[in-house]
C-alpha cells in the first residue's frame, strides 16, 4: 500500500521560508514522477514542481512552475525515500494546500497523471 505522508507547512511572512517534506512508502516502479501540487479555494490544483526519477539513474529531470522558479528548490533524499520543497522569497500567492503526489506518468504538472497523494499540508504566507 502506497503511503505519501506530508509536513513541514506552517504561516510565515512574506519573504520567509518553509521546507515541506514527503514521507514515500510502498511504491516501486521502474520509471515515475513525484511531485508536489498546491491548491487554493475555486482552483484547480496547480503543478508546482516535480522530479522525473528512474531507478538505475536517480533523479534526471527537474520541472518548476514558472511562479516559482529561483525560489523554491525539489530534492530527494533516497536513504529516508523522502521528497523535499524548499520554498524560500514565500509571497503571499504561494498560499495554499501543498500536496505531495507520486507515480506520476505522462506529463509532470498534469494531476490527473498522478494515482498516489498525501494528505496536505496548509502554506499561509501574510504580506
Known amino acids: 500500500q502506497v503511503q505519501l505522508v506530508e509536513s513541514g507547512g506552517g504561516s510565515v511572512q512574506a519573504g520567509g521560508s518553509l521546507r515541506l517534506s514527503c514521507a514515500a512508502s510502498g511504491y516501486t516502479s521502474s520509471s515515475y514522477y513525484m511531485g508536489w501540487f498546491r491548491q487554493v479555494p475555486g482552483k484547480e490544483r496547480e503543478g508546482v514542481a516535480a522530479?522525473?526519477?528512474?531507478?538505475?539513474?536517480?533523479?534526471?529531470?527537474?520541472y518548476y512552475a514558472d511562479s516559482v522558479k529561483g525560489r523554491f528548490t525539489i530534492s530527494r533524499d533516497n536513504a529516508k525515500n523522502t521528497l523535499y520543497l524548499q520554498m524560500n522569497s514565500l509571497q503571499p500567492e504561494d498560499t495554499g494546500i501543498y500536496y505531495c503526489?507520486?507515480?506520476?506518468?505522462?506529463?509532470?504538472?498534469?494531476?490527473?497523471?498522478?494515482?498516489?497523494w498525501g494528505q496536505g499540508t496548509q502554506v499561509t504566507v501574510s504580506a
Open positions: 522530479i522525473y526519477i528512474i531507478n538505475t539513474y536517480g533523479i534526471v529531470n527537474t
Open positions: 503526489a507520486a507515480a506520476g506518468r505522462g506529463w509532470w504538472s498534469r494531476s490527473s497523471d498522478y494515482p498516489y
